[in-house]
């Protein structure tokens, strides 16, 4: 019940009958309603969804479908998406730099909840936020704070989030303004490791009492895994345990309610990308080998690359989830060598990182289908080089 049917069974059956020239990301709404409900099934407590990880309307929607009722959001296009899309969401915007005619339109678009982490972006928020919402709810604002936890894909810190002692006087401030005080954090992309949220958690409790103030929600963030390497199935219910025991411990009592705001662990697994294969070189016809991918690896050529739906890979590293089917469907299975994978650009950096182990009877007009692929890449897909023609495709299932 409301999963959009797919015209396709899964990515096979679309690329045997469509043959595309272009790249597809294909998405499969029971896979994302499946993984929605694990987060809501499992997180003690608030499941929002980080909009920027893949604003495609399909996916906004099945979100909603699966029960997701509130959203991370962090402009006002995103703001506008989602109440046009699910008019009665939780909108919390948790971006904590803000121009003043977006806080306007915030206002506007009833938004519950702002994160911020200065004193200047408080100040902002305090003269133009009321104290309510139009149906009389209090308004929140969340003080993110910052720690330096390694772990993490890459480190968001060294962006956005105040000091511990910085946080304890934007709490206070919020609680003597009148709007209801909460604390939130981020503690990366792809963490697998519980203890990411375990140090925040502790940090959030001393942040709670230097300022004197028991905050109403903690925000524990997005960051959590998604299935990357075949052999490393992403421990989020461990995770999940993790945030509430030390939430408990930390707390007692006066335990603020959770909230999360996954992107990547929501919608990556949903979704696989698809490129061709333009071109093949082997290293000894003179241009593979010692030219330029220099590790004497043979060469791929895709039609996608780094500027289109694999823009993350030189950020978050290969995956292994990979697999090659001739034009017919037929899935290659010669032994796997290794390849230099290059996009279709002009320029040499325009390769997947490392080498990828493909099949040895792989042939140009193969196509390469990657899973795991939902996550920040039909949003950062460029037009570089006159290449991107990215579309989107649904299917009932990935699994082929
Ligand atoms: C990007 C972002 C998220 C989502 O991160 P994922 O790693 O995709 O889960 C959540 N919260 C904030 C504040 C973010 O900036």
């Known amino acids: 019940m409301g999963v959009s049917h797919g015209t396709w069974a899964d990515p096979v059956d679309y690329l045997r009958t469509a043959a595309p020239f272009d790249p597809v990301l294909f998405l499969s709404p029971p896979a994302l309603q499946a993984q929605a409900r694990r987060f809501?099934?499992?997180?003690?407590?608030?499941v929002t969804y980080a909009v920027k990880a893949n604003p495609e309307e399909a996916v906004i929607t099945n979100l909603a479908a699966a029960g997701i009722a509130g959203f991370d959001v962090a402009s006002p296009e995103e703001i506008a998406l989602i109440r046009r899309l699910v008019p009665?969401?939780?909108l919390h915007y948790n971006n904590p730099?803000?121009?003043?005619?977006e806080i306007v339109f915030a206002v506007g678009h009833d938004v519950a909840s702002y994160s911020v982490d200065s004193l200047g972006e408080l100040d902002k928020l305090l003269a133009a936020v009321p104290q309510r919402r139009a149906g009389g709810a209090?308004?929140?604002?969340?003080?993110r704070f910052k720690l330096p936890v390694p772990g993490a894909a890459y480190d968001f810190g060294t962006k956005f989030g105040a000091t511990e002692q910085l946080a304890a006087v934007l709490l206070?401030?919020?609680?003597?303004?009148?709007?209801?005080?909460s604390l939130t954090f981020h503690p990366g992309t792809q963490c697998t490791d519980p203890a990411a949220w375990e140090s925040y958690i502790?940090?959030?409790g001393r942040i709670a009492a230097a300022a004197d103030v028991t905050p109403a929600r903690l925000n524990v963030g997005g960051?959590?895994?998604?299935h990357r390497v075949n052999e490393q199935r992403p421990a989020l219910e461990a995770i999940f345990a993790r945030i509430r025991d030390v939430t408990d411990a930390v707390f007692g009592a006066d335990a603020p309610a959770l909230v999360c705001e996954p992107g990547r662990a929501l919608v990556a697994d949903a979704c696989a990308a698809l490129a061709r294969v333009k071109a093949l070189r082997d290293p000894g016809d003179g241009t593979g080998g010692d030219g330029a991918g220099g590790d004497g690896a043979a060469h791929v050529f895709l039609n996608d690359g780094i500027y289109g739906a694999f823009a993350e890979m030189p950020l978050m590293g290969a995956t292994d989830r990979v697999a090659v089917f001739s034009p017919d469907g037929t899935a290659r299975r010669g032994a796997p060598v290794a390849r230099v994978v290059?996009?279709?650009?002009?320029?040499s950096v325009d390769r997947l990182p490392g080498d990828l182990l493909l099949p040895g009877d792989m042939e140009e007009g193969d196509f390469l289908l990657m899973q795991g692929m939902g996550a920040y890449s039909v949003v950062t897909n460029t037009r570089f080089n006159g290449f991107g023609a990215l579309g989107v495709q649904v299917v009932m299932t990935l699994d082929v």
């Open 88 to 90: 009665g969401a939780a």
């Open 138 to 143: 209090p308004v929140e604002i969340t003080a």
């Open 342 to 347: 290059f996009g279709p650009t002009c320029d």
């Open 40 to 46: 809501l099934d499992g997180f003690p407590g608030l």
């Open 223 to 226: 960051g959590f895994p998604s």
């Open 97 to 101: 730099v803000r121009a003043r005619h």
């Open 172 to 181: 206070r401030r919020i609680a003597a303004a009148g709007y209801t005080p």
């Open 202 to 204: 502790r940090a959030a």
